[in-house]
């Protein structure tokens, strides 16, 4: 088994920062590609920002240019930088490790989400 613990979440105005981080721990041998993804309120979970192993990275059209995803491969560790926040970036935020090598198989696997508000 993979475990995703999250942290960082939490109450901001509008224009503030937060950093998002997910660690994993458990038994695998690589984890190909970390992200995060949202869901608000009454709409679909989406793709926020995703980066691979060596480093390439992926971002939602709504985000760019204001958060920011890193990884340290040798912690397992995922960020989310998350700057010029607004109202609509509330929602809970997953981490998730797509790809992760074990033995005899390749899963994805789900932290427990961690929530985001932005107040105005």
């Known amino acids: 088994q993979v475990q995703l613990v999250e942290s960082g979440g939490g109450l901001v105005q509008t224009g503030g920062s937060l950093r998002l981080s997910c660690a994993a721990s458990g038994s695998f041998f690589k984890i190909n590609a970390m992200g995060w993804h949202r869901q608000a309120p009454g709409k679909q979970r989406e793709l926020v920002a995703v980066t691979d192993s060596g480093g390439s990275t992926t971002y939602a059209n709504s985000i760019k240019g204001r958060f920011t995803i890193s990884r340290d491969n040798a912690k397992n560790t995922v960020y989310l930088q998350m700057n010029s926040l607004k109202a609509e970036d509330t929602a809970v935020y997953y981490c998730?490790?797509?790809?992760?090598?074990?033995?005899?198989?390749?899963?994805?696997?789900w932290g427990q989400g961690t929530q985001v508000t932005v107040s105005s």
């Open positions: 998730a490790a797509h790809g992760v090598v074990q033995v005899g198989a390749v899963n994805d696997y």
